[in-house]
């Protein structure tokens, strides 16, 4: 808010831009000079403190050389700087009026003692200027010159050390902002009227600090104007950027000590108007833990050869991690994307052969395939199934809504429609059976958003309306039903592989083995296309007929074929040739590139899960496989023999121990140290982006990062507060973060640094 002038029948206030404004001093006796010179008795039996925190005089109350301004952005006062230009008498041509300021009338006595204190402090500055310039003399002349450059020392020391103490102030708030998810800008500078001044919340912070007690604070901006930025955005800025690479460095500390790790990213995100790709990194720390931690943002660029270019040199050179260490990378990728970061994976598998390219434990295959699809259709459809996801989401009484349309339906089976229920208030849209899901639901859901968009009772608010209208154009387009319904019987035969890929150890084994049963299927389907391609369509027809929705090519290929008469094609021809062919050889060629030699080799060494070894009665050969790590063992000449023993442990084991099942169990066995080849590949089997992370408490990083994303607006994220936000509880060393800026600018750290306003606050030296 707003700080109002506390001399008498002055109305100016801090918003005025060009006028700055000064707090009363906290030194007893300069404040009680401040205060007689006012003439306000009201402000008498007020203290120090008090009126520091919540009086200002602006600067028209104060004689020009009592301001200095050091620069044309910076307006302080001098240290024994007293206000003297006061008007004591409109008040009085008005004798009517009231006065919040109350002016107190001086006797004779007083006036004359307020003169004499005007005569005494001339006469002290002259003295004072005297003494300052025999000094300099002195200095000139003296033969103990070491003697005094010692003492300068001293008090440079000291100097530096206030120094350090104000930029620790700074970056405990800027810290406080960025785990508390306080954005910098408390308000759009563009919404506010030309030459009005606001304080931002990094501003607002640190004035609250400064009243709160901070002396370090208030010794450096006690004779600041307050309507003037104390520091700038470019500053700020920079200082945030040494926050983010120290809480960053703390993780990639763990992640080189452990050696191994695996790279992941998340979906393309918007950063105040920017795209990036939220990179997480995966390793396995001192405790045995297998970690997911999220280390930062990288801008997205949309030619994928620069993208691999600045990913690799982000990783390597910025973030300095070694590539040699790498063993997997995923990505978590938008409709769309998905193309351009396979051409990254691409080139980080032509310098690092060993950095595996793999799905990601934490999204559906299905998912994922369907996504990498690169059919305009399908981008379309599968934005249209999270638009409707997202709307019944955020209103829980269309949930009731769709609920009721689903017993109206299923009045004959109310098992799939209390089923049916359930899934809609979980997050369907990311299950391994998602179009299944929403073929059965898709009547009801259609039903629902016409009845919502058609309502006249004034039940829903415009938004909903409108929403609901057009979803419902959308889902009751042929070109969407018969993209859903043919991704729905493609991917049914990838559905229970990617099931169990998300599920237990011993799961992913088995999976890894079925891979060619999968493929197998598909190629015959696409051999067979036609036949297979006429049921799914005379499916998309019936379910089409159910919906009323007319059988029909798309309008922008009528439109495009009108000049050509003799074509002559049906839609059943239509959508196989640029929808159910295409998605199948992708889908194989997809699952072929996933699935490398090498990932596959990587799965078939999880025999060495003790949990796994049983199932295969201790019938394994993991030695065939493990030469993929073989110079990540310790001791690789003694793998087979430690092998041979890790099985006979197990075999022979006792009737009451059961065999570990997970990775997770196996690391954390007591006698694990005396098996540090088996340790070292199940360390890195560990990290693979396609093995889950056991352990729910160390795969924070993405459920924060999510929850960052959700709770803050678009415009207000920041890349740097993002990382202090989501990395809240790792630890920060303020002295390093104090020691880094000065190191880097050497420049800014000047005790008597300048501060630069921001564009609507540069104070004039009209006082």
């Not at 918003?15 to 007893?28: G, K």
């Not at 809504?401 to 339906?409: C, F, G, P, W």
Request: with cysteine; glycine share 2%.
């Amino acid at each position: 808010m707003p700080n109002f002038c506390a001399a008498p029948n002055c109305t100016r206030k801090s918003t005025q831009s060009d006028l700055a404004f000064f707090r009363f001093p906290r030194d007893p006796v300069r404040c009680q000079r401040w205060v007689e010179n006012c003439r306000r008795a009201d402000l008498e039996d007020k203290t120090p403190d008090q009126l520091n925190k919540h009086y200002r005089l602006c600067a028209k109350h104060f004689e020009t050389s009592m301001i200095c301004r050091s620069s044309p952005y910076r307006t302080v006062l001098r240290d024994n700087a007293v206000p003297t230009i006061f008007d004591l008498t409109s008040h009085l041509n008005n004798p009517h009026s009231r006065h919040r300021k109350r002016i107190k009338e001086l006797s004779e006595d007083e006036i004359r003692t307020l003169k004499q204190q005007k005569i005494d402090e001339a006469f002290e500055r002259q003295q004072a200027a005297q003494e300052l310039n025999e000094s300099n003399e002195q200095n000139t002349v003296s033969e103990e010159g070491g003697e005094e450059q010692e003492e300068e020392a001293v008090a440079l020391t000291l100097e530096e050390r206030e120094n350090k103490d104000y930029l620790k102030s700074l970056f405990e708030i800027l810290i406080l902002m960025g785990k508390q998810n306080i954005p910098l800008d408390g308000h759009n500078v563009d919404e506010l009227p030309e030459g009005i001044f606001t304080s931002d919340n990094f501003q607002a912070l640190l004035e609250y600090r400064i009243n709160a007690g901070d002396e370090v604070l208030r010794k450096r901006f006690e004779m600041t104007a307050v309507n003037l930025e104390y520091c700038s955005k470019t500053q700020q800025k920079q200082m945030l950027e040494i926050c983010e690479s120290c809480i960053r460095e703390e993780t990639l500390r763990e992640v080189r000590d452990s050696h191994f790790f695996s790279i992941v990213t998340d979906e393309v995100v918007d950063i105040a108007g920017e795209e990036h790709l939220p990179v997480l990194v995966r390793f396995v720390d001192d405790s045995h833990n297998l970690r997911e931690e999220f280390i930062g943002f990288l801008p997205y660029e949309a030619d994928p050869e620069i993208l691999a270019v600045k990913f690799h040199t982000t990783i390597t050179e910025k973030w300095g991690l070694n590539m040699e260490y790498c063993r997997g990378q995923a990505y978590i990728v938008s409709s769309g994307f998905a193309s351009k970061m396979k051409v990254v994976a691409t080139r980080l598998l032509e310098k690092y052969p060993q950095a595996v390219y793999t799905l990601c434990s934490s999204c559906a295959l299905n998912i994922w395939l369907a996504k990498s699809v690169p059919v305009v259709g399908v981008s379309i459809a599968l934005g249209t199934i999270e638009e409707v996801y997202c709307l019944f989401n955020q209103s829980p009484q269309l949930l009731v809504e769709l609920d009721n349309m689903i017993s109206v339906l299923f009045q004959n089976n109310e098992v799939k429609g209390n089923e049916l229920k359930q899934i809609c208030r979980s997050q369907w849209t990311g299950r391994h059976d998602t179009f299944e899901v929403l073929v059965d639901l898709m009547q009801a859901l259609v039903l629902c958003l016409d009845a919502v968009s058609s309502d006249s009772s004034v039940r829903w608010n415009n938004f909903i309306v409108g929403r609901a209208f057009v979803l419902s154009s959308a889902l009751t387009d042929f070109d969407f039903i018969v993209t859903i319904v043919i991704l729905k019987n493609v991917l049914s035969f990838t559905r229970a592989f990617g099931k169990n890929l998300q599920g237990q150890t011993s799961d992913v084994f088995f999976a890894a083995s079925s891979l060619t049963a999968v493929l197998h299927s598909l190629n015959e389907v696409m051999e067979n296309i036609e036949v297979y391609h006429e049921f799914w369509f005379e499916e998309a027809t019936n379910l089409a007929t159910k919906l009323d929705v007319q059988i029909k090519l798309p309008g922008k290929f009528r439109r495009a074929r009108q000049g050509n008469l003799n074509s002559e094609v049906t839609s059943e021809n239509y959508y196989k040739e640029i929808l159910s062919v295409p998605t199948v050889e992708h889908i194989i060629q997809e699952l072929k590139d996933i699935f490398s030699e090498q990932h596959l080799k990587a799965l078939k060494c999880l025999s060495l899960v003790p949990s796994v070894m049983g199932q295969l009665k201790f019938n394994t050969s993991e030695e065939h496989h493990a030469d993929l790590y073989k110079n990540d063992l310790p001791n690789p000449d003694t793998l087979s023999a430690e092998l041979h023993c890790w099985r006979i442990k197990w075999k022979h084991r006792g009737k009451d121990i059961e065999l570990p099942a997970t990775i997770y169990e196996a690391l954390h066995l007591p006698d694990i140290k005396f098996f540090p080849n088996v340790y070292a590949l199940l360390k890195v089997l560990c990290i693979l982006p396609v093995m889950k992370v056991e352990n729910e408490k160390y795969e924070v990083g993405r459920k924060r990062l999510k929850a960052y994303l959700k709770n803050t607006l678009t415009e207000q994220r920041s890349s740097n507060l993002a990382v202090l936000n989501i990395n809240f509880d790792i630890k920060h060393d303020l002295d390093l973060m104090v020691d880094t800026y000065i190191k880097l600018y050497p420049d800014k750290v000047e005790f008597q640094e300048d501060f630069i306003p921001s564009n609507n606050s540069e104070v004039t030296e009209d006082a």
